[in-house]
DNA sequence: GTCTATAATTCGATAGAC
DNA sequence: GTCTATCGAATTATAGAC
């Protein structure tokens, strides 16, 4: 009898796998759910069945697969933090490529990947409390190959005199404050999904412009 | 037997009353813990029971005195939305000021509200939902005199052509963004609190300038 | 692995004494 | 006006069937 019973129910994995690999298998469509989810509202807002439900499983599979809310959360918390990391480190210790390049490929690259997660940044600047996280964040700027030839650039009279925080905070601030500013920008048909567009591709052209206007002055 | 009650009760009142008005009245005190509270971590993070807690009141004086969480949320909400506009119609309309002065003032006075107000871009900018408020601050900006001015200014060759919303993303962003991004910027003891007052108040002077130069480039 | 049902806790809100 | 006590709904998490 037993046989029988198990026989039937690996028939019944073997279609339901089948059926989950059009769509992604459960533990998948959660974590996509919650990163959707956990990204745009943060970890308070959400519910536990908000994401079960985006996902089209049950709510017990989240906590089968990733133990607790809180658990989930993390990974996702993680995962954009390191994506917000990675544009940084791929750019600032190239000791190829010069300042003005540099933040040619700082802001290009943010511009691009924020385009297609345009809610990372609240996300990351909410977030941000204890987490050693954002200790690398930081350490990847503050003792980079960018800041050493800023510094020398300085030196030799290139660019004048500036704080590195100050020109951090102008680097970043220009490239990512529209995404965080976004919804009060467009919520009023004043601009629309296609114009927030374009004028990220400006940005995208005009910002490292400023940037080298900006740096001149004293 | 009801008239010593009264007597008592009246005889309290008094007692409750005089040691309240040291430090504020219970409504008050409920308003600055909400205002606190929410402010630093939104609306869904915040347990009615924290409120209370900080206020050193009762938890069902909250209801009393507001009806509910969210009554009480819209309210900061609304204070926090105003004081964040009348920065901008403070200075915008004003027709007696030119563009540069204009930039001034803007900077200036956000960064001088925002150093008493750390918390409230984040918190404006999280909370940006169906509001009817944002409409009115996009609306400041859109239809205001400044802009008309910097039209002019364009015609006339003065300063080189860029889309008004770039302009407006350029100056907030330069100016508000360091707040945002503060908590990330301080925890890492590279950036003390004196510092970081230091750095704003060097933006305060820098930014125009800043954006001088920038609205040279073509 | 996935579901149903439910336990355990938290949270917003209220009733009623004083 | 303020407090204690508690209700009812919402929410996280788990037990157990399949």
């Known amino acids: 009898m037993n046989f029988v019973l198990h026989?039937?129910?690996?028939?019944?994995?073997?279609?339901?796998?089948?059926?989950k690999e059009e769509s992604g298998k459960a533990e998948d469509k959660i974590i996509q759910a919650a990163r959707k989810l956990f990204t745009q509202k943060g970890?308070?807002?959400?519910?536990?069945?908000?994401?079960?439900q985006e996902a089209g499983?049950?709510?017990?599979?989240?906590?089968?697969?990733?133990?607790?809310?809180?658990?989930?959360?993390?990974?996702?918390?993680?995962e954009n933090?390191?994506?917000?990391?990675k544009v940084i480190s791929e750019v600032v210790d190239n000791e190829k490529t010069t300042v003005k390049q540099k933040i040619e490929m700082l802001v290009a690259n943010y511009i691009d990947m924020l385009s297609g997660n345009p809610d990372m940044?609240?996300?990351?600047?909410?977030?941000g409390k204890q987490d050693p996280q954002r200790m690398k964040?930081?350490?990847?700027?503050?003792?980079?190959?960018?800041?050493?030839?800023?510094?020398?650039?300085?030196?030799?009279?290139?660019?004048?005199?500036?704080?590195?925080?100050?020109?951090?905070?102008?680097?970043?601030?220009?490239?990512?404050?529209?995404?965080?500013?976004?919804?009060?920008?467009?919520?009023?048909?004043?601009?629309?999904?296609e114009q927030f567009a374009d004028l990220?591709?400006?940005?995208?052209?005009?910002?490292p412009k400023w940037i080298d206007a900006m740096l001149k002055v004293k």
Chains 1, 2 share one sequence.
């Open 7 to 19: 026989l039937l129910r690996s028939q019944q994995k073997m279609k339901t796998k089948n059926k």
């Open 43 to 52: 970890y308070s807002a959400i519910k536990t069945r908000d994401i079960a």
């Open 57 to 78: 499983v049950n709510l017990a599979l989240l906590n089968y697969y990733f133990r607790s809310k809180e658990k989930l959360f993390e990974i996702i918390m993680k």
């Open 81 to 85: 933090f390191e994506k917000f990391m």
């Open 121 to 127: 940044p609240l996300f990351v600047l909410s977030h």
């Open 137 to 193: 964040m930081q350490a990847k700027f503050i003792n980079s190959y960018f800041l050493k030839q800023v510094q020398q650039e300085i030196k030799s009279g290139k660019i004048a005199p500036i704080h590195p925080a100050n020109l951090i905070l102008n680097i970043v601030g220009l490239t990512i404050f529209p995404f965080i500013g976004r919804r009060i920008l467009q919520s009023n048909a004043s601009i629309s999904q």
């Open 200 to 207: 990220m591709e400006e940005r995208k052209v005009m910002i």
